[in-house]
């Protein structure tokens, strides 16, 4: 079994400051965890994806996570916001059995103050 | 490298019709996943396919759903007869077949059931 756990359903920061979005995880197995971007009347877009290879994982946009398998957590961040990060973030697990199904997170919606 | 298309964009008809919705893999991609997203439920996988072959469609609500893929690059989803608890954004996914492959997205279908 597996769950995915996105701890603040909003987020809200100015414009210029960090960002951090996160995310706890429960897998049976080795895990494979992503971020993915969902803004207004659109799709969901990969930011980045941990498939456990180098636990700090560069993405598009300046976003980066982390992956802690102590803390079972995954969390997103951002040294700088952008007007233009205001959107829906999903943190998504999907475990090594080969069962291809994703297990997404509630979401954290995240908005940028000017 | 054009991305999972999905037709229509918006559906608007009244219940008991027939609804059909429609998706576009990327090219190569052997994995297709559809998902229907709700304000109350969130983001809900519906079925998926591996090789044109329905893998897991444990989470069709019911009966009145169907999916098809009469091909390797193009999936429909059936509702019949449609009712206003269907109303939703759908989504449909493609994909490599592993598990450490993100899913890409196409930007949805919002049906409307009257």
């Known amino acids: 079994a597996q769950s995915v756990t996105q701890l603040d359903s909003h987020v809200s920061v100015s414009e210029g400051t960090p960002v951090l979005l996160r995310c706890n995880y429960s897998?049976?197995?080795?895990?494979?965890l992503f971020w993915y971007v969902q803004h207004p009347n659109k799709g969901l877009q990969l930011l980045l994806k941990y498939t456990s290879a180098a636990t700090l994982v560069k993405g598009i946009n300046g976003f980066e996570a982390e992956f802690k398998k102590s803390e079972t957590s995954f969390h997103l961040t951002k040294p700088s916001a952008h007007m233009s990060d205001a959107a829906e973030y999903f943190c998504?697990?999907?475990?090594?059995?080969?069962?291809?199904?994703?297990?997404f997170g509630s979401g954290t919606r995240l908005q940028v103050q000017p | 490298d054009a991305g999972v298309i999905q037709s229509p964009r918006h559906e608007v008809t009244e219940m008991g019709q027939e609804v059909t919705l429609r998706c576009k893999l990327i090219s190569g991609h052997n994995s297709l996943f559809w998902y229907r997203q709700t304000m109350m439920r969130g983001l809900e996988l519906l079925i998926y396919?591996?090789?044109?072959?329905?893998?897991?469609d444990s989470g069709m609500p019911e009966d009145r759903f169907s999916a098809k893929m009469p091909n390797a690059s193009f999936s429909t989803l059936k509702i019949q007869p449609s009712e206003p608890r269907d109303s939703a954004v759908y989504f449909c996914?493609?994909?490599?077949?592993?598990?450490?492959?993100?899913?890409?997205f196409g930007d949805g279908t919002r049906l409307s059931i009257l």
């Open positions: 998504v697990v999907t475990s090594g059995t080969g069962r291809r199904a994703l297990t």
């Open positions: 897998s049976s197995y080795s895990p494979s």
């Open positions: 996914a493609s994909s490599l077949m592993y598990s450490n492959q993100p899913q890409h």
């Open positions: 396919f591996n090789n044109n072959v329905p893998i897991d």
